[in-house]
């Protein structure tokens, strides 16, 4: 069931990015990728590294980890978006594709092993986390974004009514509703400016500054998955302790979600 859960996923995230492909905007901008990072890590850090973006999607981190200067780019993804990924970053001639799980990232000489909004979907995460551990160069670093449990009571109770009618319906009816939902949520962002409301940070950092194209795809991603977990703090820390990372560091992005930087040991014995 465990397997069929994942495969299911896949398949939804592939036909979502063939969907929503564009990659601009503050969506695709390097101050999104620094109010990821938080205190933890700048982004200047990605100059001249080798980086592995897990879980890429339709490639927006790609251009973001180009413009800072990285210098090679490894795109792991395992649908069929690998082919809007390659269409969006045609340009660029230091990014290699592998349409793969995160279990089976090539053996490479990586500094950044980076994963947004990815490993929370994947329903037995210990082996990608122990691949992504084996990869990294002695003290290279992996950066996990994740979908938080704290302060998200009644979110999560809403999402999880609304995905047992939604995780199952076509994309194009799935497509309007979300349209349709572009609307409320501008609604309860402006009531939020004013009232002490759940997400009232993310809607002000991050809703705010995207287009109703984002935001559209911001609801989609939220409602078509088949699988997400939200972690709780010490979840977070504990997925990369266990398969050996050290100085992990955490920051609760918005108060709703978690970005956990871990350090691969320069001596393992």
């Not at 592995?52 to 413009?67: A, C, E, P, Q, T």
């Not at 809007?84 to 660029?92: E, I, M, S």
């Not at 992504?132 to 003290?139: C, E, R």
């Not at 449990?149 to 076509?170: H, K, M």
């Amino acid at each position: 069931m465990t397997k069929k859960v994942g495969v299911e996923t896949i398949q939804d995230f592939g036909e979502q990015f063939t969907a929503y492909s564009k990659t601009s905007g503050y969506f695709g901008s390097v101050e999104i990728l620094q109010d990821v990072l938080g205190s933890l890590m700048k982004v200047s850090d990605f100059s001249g590294s080798s980086v592995v973006d897990l879980g890429s999607g339709s490639g927006r981190w790609v251009k973001i980890f180009h413009k800072l200067g990285a210098r090679k780019i490894t795109v792991i993804e395992p649908s069929n978006a690998i082919e809007v990924c390659k269409k969006n970053n045609a340009d660029l001639d230091n990014v290699t594709y592998h349409q793969t799980t995160g279990d089976k990232i090539p053996d490479g000489v990586y500094d950044v092993v980076y994963s947004f909004g990815v490993i929370h979907h994947i329903p037995e995460p210990e082996p990608v986390m122990l691949r992504i551990f084996q990869v990294l160069s002695p003290g290279g670093k992996a950066v996990i974004w994740l979908y938080g449990r704290e302060n998200n009571g009644l979110y999560l109770t809403l999402i999880a009514f609304l995905r047992i009618l939604t995780v199952s319906i076509s994309h194009s009816n799935l497509d309007k509703i979300s349209a349709l939902m572009v609307h409320l949520v501008r609604f309860y962002s402006r009531l939020a400016k004013n009232l002490s409301l759940p997400l009232k940070d993310y809607m002000a950092t991050v809703i705010d500054k995207l287009d109703n194209y984002d935001v559209k795809h911001v609801i989609y991603d939220q409602l078509n998955p088949h699988y997400a977990k939200y972690y709780r703090r010490q979840e977070g820390i504990d997925l990369l302790e266990k398969v050996g990372f050290e100085k992990v560091k955490v920051y609760h992005r918005g108060n709703y979600s978690w970005t956990v930087i871990g350090e691969k040991p320069n001596s393992i014995t």
